[in-house]
């Protein structure tokens, strides 16, 4: 039963754009925090971003803040990553995770094995 998909990867020229999407099929969206988190080839997998349950604190790692905008869609079950003047290092598969924690903060967000539901990934190429 898949809990966590993501979609909207794709080739991007260097300075493009992309929207990843998260659906969730998932009890009680609206309970938990979600995370964007990405693996590049040869690299442990890297937290990128994380959003509370109600939208109102974002998180964002250094190398992408001010370019990646989480954001969600309770409603819709859905989470957004929309990155913006993309550069070949942000090449990898990104996923989207869910977070089962109830108190988060910017001294915890990232810890990725704390999450206990991944989605299948999807690819970002960053490449002219």
């Known amino acids: 039963q898949v809990q966590l998909s993501e979609s909207g990867g794709g080739l991007v020229q260097p300075g493009g754009s992309l929207r990843l999407i998260c659906t969730a099929s998932i009890f009680n969206f609206d309970v938990y925090w979600f995370h964007w988190v990405r693996q590049a080839p040869g690299k442990e997998r890297e937290w990128v971003s994380g959003i509370r349950n109600d939208g109102t604190i974002t998180y964002y790692a250094d190398n992408v803040k001010g370019r990646f905008t989480i954001s969600r869609d309770n409603a819709a079950k859905k989470s957004y990553l929309d990155m913006q003047d993309l550069k070949p290092e942000d090449t990898a598969v990104y996923y989207c995770?869910?977070?089962?924690?109830?108190?988060?903060?910017?001294?915890?967000?990232?810890?990725?094995?704390?999450?206990?539901?991944w989605g299948q990934g999807t690819q970002v190429t960053v490449s002219s």
């Open positions: 995770a869910k977070d089962p924690r109830a108190w988060v903060d910017a001294q915890t967000v990232d810890r990725l094995y704390e999450y206990n539901t």
